[in-house]
């Protein structure tokens, strides 16, 4: 049974933080919505399956991302950016987050003073330190503390390691992370590991996966174990197919599906991802899978171009959905099966058209709730190729 209204615990940051959009609506209403959005939007392709939601909708990010900051009265503040702002909301503890991420973050807080370390200022570009991001293992429990500098020196850096370790002796590993551009992403391209390996590792559905600071790997481990089991079951593999793992990450997918196929092609545009992906197909002693680094669309031309085939194809792209290269080349390959993961349910609905328009049509879509008290919708549907 999922939270009730009457068990919903109250945030007290809902009205200035920009993290939620749900805070205040029943757990059952929120799925409620979303079921409702999906269906809408997948009426043209078929019938959506019910929700998949979380029985504790609670702490469930294991990533946390916290950007620091001084206010005019020379107070330290860590946490989300205002809705439409840039100013920092000062969070101590998330109903969303893991708690212990949120400890070792106001505990960083804490100590930034005696340390002497100054909080990053974007509109002066003066000062050190600009975000902290932990990650979590949620089966290894292993933990990951990125600390984002506008320079690469930290002062004192392995006494402030041994103090922040003292206090959470559970930290596997300290990166240093370089953002020396006047921009408002988060992490920049430099890592300067401090303590521990530089990485962390966790477990989903029975693989072994390496974390690094600035690879992409779903926040949510519960139901992204519960998806990826979907996605590899609506591959439909009997052990003799050649599977393609678009947008492939980690090559968490790939790698998973690679025991039930024949041979497995990765492909991803983040070098730091591929290289993770083809340590974790080592761990994991994997020999059938290669992955390659390029996009994802002129991967697909090419394969296309020369005349070579797939019977999966699974494709998870970012937000921004996929586009008509690949779209075009996934019709030329013509594999049997196309297993679409989506984080952005239009771009989905944008893509599904395309391919419903070239001899493809959804077997089967099941929604997951990925990231409650948030709008957005996780999707894993099945297409088949039409009979000529
Ligand atoms: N399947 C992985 C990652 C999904 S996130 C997992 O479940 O963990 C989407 C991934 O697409 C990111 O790793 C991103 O780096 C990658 N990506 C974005 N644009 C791309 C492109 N044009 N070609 C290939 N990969 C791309």
């Not at 570009?125 to 949620?138: A, D, E, F, P, S």
């Not at 290894?140 to 990125?146: H, R």
């Not at 052990?239 to 025991?259: F, H, M, N, P, Q």
Request: include cysteine; aromatic fraction near 8%; glycine fraction near 6%.
């Amino acid at each position: 049974m999922k939270t009730k209204q009457s068990e919903m615990k109250t945030c007290p940051y809902a009205k200035k933080c920009g993290g939620c959009d749900y805070q205040g609506i029943s757990y059952e209403e929120q799925l409620e919505k979303k079921q409702a959005y999906m269906k809408k939007l997948m009426k043209p392709f078929g019938k959506v399956n019910p929700i998949v939601g979380m029985d504790d909708p609670y702490h469930y990010r294991h990533k946390v991302q916290a950007a620091f900051d001084c206010t005019r009265r020379g107070q330290i503040v860590a946490g989300v950016y205002e809705k439409k702002s840039h100013d920092v909301v000062d969070i101590e503890s998330c109903l969303i987050e893991n708690e212990e991420a949120d400890a070792i973050i106001r505990d960083i807080k804490g100590m930034l003073r005696s340390f002497r370390i100054k909080t990053y200022d974007e509109d002066t570009g003066y000062g050190l330190l600009r975000h902290v991001l932990v990650r979590k293992g949620y089966h290894s429990g292993q933990i990951m503390v990125v600390l984002v500098l506008a320079s690469p020196i930290l002062p004192s850096k392995n006494n402030f390691v041994k103090a922040l370790r003292k206090v959470h002796p559970d930290i596997s590993t300290v990166v240093i992370n370089i953002n020396e551009r006047r921009t408002s992403m988060v992490l920049g391209e430099r890592n300067i590991t401090v303590y521990g390996k530089g990485y962390i590792e966790d477990e989903l559905c029975d693989c072994t996966f390496r974390i690094s600071p600035t690879s992409f790997y779903q926040v949510n481990p519960e139901q992204t174990e519960l998806l990826y089991q979907k996605a590899i079951e609506y591959a439909g593999l009997t052990g003799k197919e050649t599977v393609i793992d678009a947008y492939c990450g980690t090559g968490t997918i790939g790698l998973i599906a690679s025991r039930s196929a024949d041979k497995v092609i990765g492909v991803e545009l983040n070098r730091d991802a591929i290289s993770d992906a083809i340590i974790n197909a080592k761990r994991n002693d994997i020999s059938n899978i290669r992955f390659y680094h390029e996009d994802a669309g002129k991967f697909m031309v090419d394969m296309a171009a020369r005349g070579e085939k797939a019977d999966v194809v699974i494709m998870d792209p970012p937000r921004s959905g996929s586009d008509e290269a690949f779209l075009s080349s996934v019709v030329k390959l013509a594999p049997g099966r196309v297993v679409y993961v989506s984080c952005g349910p239009d771009t989905l609905a944008r893509d599904l058209k395309y391919l419903t328009k070239h001899g493809y049509h959804m077997e089967e879509c099941t929604p997951y709730d990925m990231f409650p008290f948030t709008r957005h919708i996780e999707t894993v549907i099945w297409m088949s190729k039409n009979c000529k």
